[in-house]
């Protein structure tokens, strides 16, 4: 086993360098920074970029709007998941509207959100139509594959209904629930950035990555583009981590 | 105080599943309804624990009283160790200190102490089975119902199991229906023995077993006796 891991880092660390290598020969064949920035040229970009008094706020504010998107989406899907999953006319009711959602362009979404609200809200509401059906989605499947014998045990033993929502059906949906969190999680900073690129908050990843392009500065972009990877990176980690923490329960 | 179901008729659509059945427990007594599958004995263990009603018929000396299961799977809760699985079902009417004396007790009854802090998971499905047996003794139940418990498991550890709950029931002798299509459980078990006809489920014969539980095996004489009599009223009413 420890074996295994061991050697499945060397075959990631292996694949890192054979991507920096393939970045590194791509930017020698062009010789152009200005279409392709060599990795060195990024890093350097990448180390001016954290050093910049703008750079925490930025990070520190997407990292607030993703966070507050993908909390509001969790706990409006926690509960409007629950209660289609108990219901059906709920979830006959709820289903155009997950549907809508679900099936509207990203960018149309952007371009109204911009139209109705302010700029630093633009980027939660976008995150929230996207992540939400996600997490309902999972939370109602969830409900309705936890165990009918289990519940019938429950029922049977005539466990109270307060307890057997908090140690049957939370405990059943809670694989469902983190597969969907981390799912949405990395779909979560995608779309904020696509959200701040457009809808320009004053502090943000999204607005430093527009201002690099029109700048012509394809380096910083990069560089910008590799924070927005690592934060993507650790919080896929963290749910990931989590995930397994209770998949034994499976 | 008796338990007593006179009459019971049930219907699911234009099945007749139940058909004129009566039977009556005494207090304390382990009574076995042998039939075939699909005979209607988990539909009359659903009337009984009150699922769901029987179209006509009486049945009379349940209310008020508790219920616990044994079911043919496990029903256990894999988030929970064994002492929480028992926990799930006591919390809701004993009090902490209760409950933890009677988790131990029945824990060590079933030879699981060692395990008390297991997951289902990390446990076999003997010893699954044996927690089940736990939380069925554990629930401070009048009545047992237990629905083919031993079914599907190799020979060997039915008799383990079986042997587990006979001296868990000797010393806490509940009313128990145990429903089984298995002619050698019910030997072992029943004192009383209800053979039950093919769908619609009436009663063929009442068979009792007066051997004590401490002496029978499927070589006793007088248990091979049983034996015989049931295979006859299975025989008899064929040739009808």
């Known amino acids: ?250 | 105080m008796a338990f007593i179901l006179s009459n019971i008729n049930k219907k699911f659509g234009d099945l007749y599943v139940l058909k004129d059945l009566s039977m009556s427990l005494e207090e304390h007594q382990l009574i076995c309804i042998l039939g075939p599958s699909g005979c209607g004995k988990t539909t009359l263990l659903n009337i009984i624990s009150g699922v769901f009603p029987a179209d006509q018929g009486e049945i009379a000396g349940f209310e008020g009283k508790t219920i616990s299961y044994l079911f043919q799977e496990t029903r256990l809760l894999c988030w929970k160790t064994v002492q929480e699985n028992i926990d799930f079902v006591l919390k809701d009417r004993l009090s902490k200190s209760q409950r933890t004396e009677i988790i131990a007790r029945y824990v060590d009854m079933v030879g699981l102490r060692d395990f008390k802090n297991y997951y289902p998971d990390q446990l076999s499905g003997g010893m699954k089975q044996r927690v089940a047996i736990a939380r069925a003794f554990a629930y401070p139940a009048d009545i047992l119902l237990m629905d083919e418990p031993f079914k599907g498991l190799d020979l060997q550890l039915k008799t383990a199991l079986m042997q587990a709950f006979i001296s868990l029931w000797l010393m806490d002798k509940r009313s128990a229906f145990f429903v089984t299509h298995d002619i050698d459980e019910a030997l072992l078990l029943g004192e009383k023995i209800y053979v039950l006809t093919e769908r619609p489920g009436a009663v063929k014969g009442i068979i009792s077993n007066d051997v004590p539980h401490q002496e029978r095996n499927l070589q006793n004489e007088n248990i091979r006796q049983v034996e015989q009599e049931i295979y006859q009223l299975l025989t008899d009413s064929g040739r009808e």
């Open chain 1, 1 to 250: 086993m420890q074996n295994s891991t061991t050697k499945n880092r060397l075959f990631t660390l292996a694949s890192i360098l054979a991507l920096l290598l393939v970045w590194k020969l791509l930017a020698v064949f062009w010789n152009q920074e200005l279409i392709m920035p060599s990795p060195e040229i990024t890093l350097a970009k990448l180390w001016m970029v954290i050093n910049d008094t703008n750079f925490w706020p930025s990070v520190g504010a997407t990292l607030g709007r993703g966070l507050i998107g993908f909390l509001i989406s969790c706990a409006a899907g926690l509960v409007l998941g629950f209660c289609a999953g108990f219901s059906a006319p709920i979830y006959w009711l709820l289903q155009p509207w997950v549907t809508v959602i679900r099936t509207t362009p990203v960018m149309s979404v952007v371009i109204l959100a911009i139209i109705w609200f302010q700029s630093d809200v633009v980027p939660i509401f976008v995150t929230f139509l996207m992540i939400f059906p996600i997490i309902y989605g999972n939370v109602v499947a969830g409900i309705k594959n936890v165990d009918q014998q289990l519940l019938e045990m429950a029922h049977m033993y005539r466990v109270k209904i307060r307890r057997i929502i908090f140690e049957l059906y939370i405990p059943s949906i809670l694989p469902y629930l983190l597969a969907g969190a981390s799912n949405a999680m990395g779909i979560t900073w995608k779309v904020i950035i696509a959200a701040e690129i457009l809808s320009q908050p004053f502090f943000a990843i999204g607005t430093n990555l527009m201002i690099a392009k029109i700048d012509l500065e394809t380096a910083q972009v990069f560089a910008w583009t590799v924070v927005t990877i690592i934060i993507s990176f650790i919080f896929e980690y963290l749910l990931n981590t989590l995930e397994n923490k209770f998949r034994t329960w499976g």
